[in-house]
């Protein structure tokens, strides 16, 4: 069966960073779309950056274009999320989730950012 599993999320100082990643199994990786999606708490789940089945394609919220930098290897059916000068504001929980898998797309269970001094 599909899964996806989040990790490297944890507490960081502002303008700090950290590197999560989303590592897929039970579907052909290479062949979908991938999302990274963020829920702070007390606000609904935001997308924060998508990215292509190839990786050539990527698009970002406004709130972290220029900050985070999304990215995948497929041979390792892996998808990253480098996030740096991280504010108070970035903190929520990170989920994956597939793009295009019919009859539904998956999430991941999700990781907590905490950006904190």
């Known amino acids: 069966q599909v899964q996806l599993v989040e990790s490297g999320g944890g507490l960081v100082q502002p303008g700090g960073s950290l590197r999560l990643s989303c590592a897929a199994s039970g579907f052909t990786f290479s062949s979908y779309g991938m999302s990274w999606y963020r829920q702070a708490p007390g606000k609904e789940r935001e997308l924060a950056a998508s990215?292509?089945?190839?990786?050539?394609?990527?698009n970002y919220a406004d709130s972290v274009k220029g900050r985070f930098t999304i990215s995948r290897d497929n041979a390792k059916n892996t998808m990253y999320l480098q996030m740096n000068s991280l504010e108070p504001e970035d903190t929520a929980v990170y989920f994956c989730?597939?793009?295009?898998?019919?009859?539904?797309?998956?999430w991941g269970q999700g990781t907590q950012v905490t950006v904190s001094s």
């Open positions: 989730k597939t793009f295009g898998i019919r009859p539904q797309d998956y």
């Open positions: 990215i292509t089945s190839s990786g050539r394609g990527k």
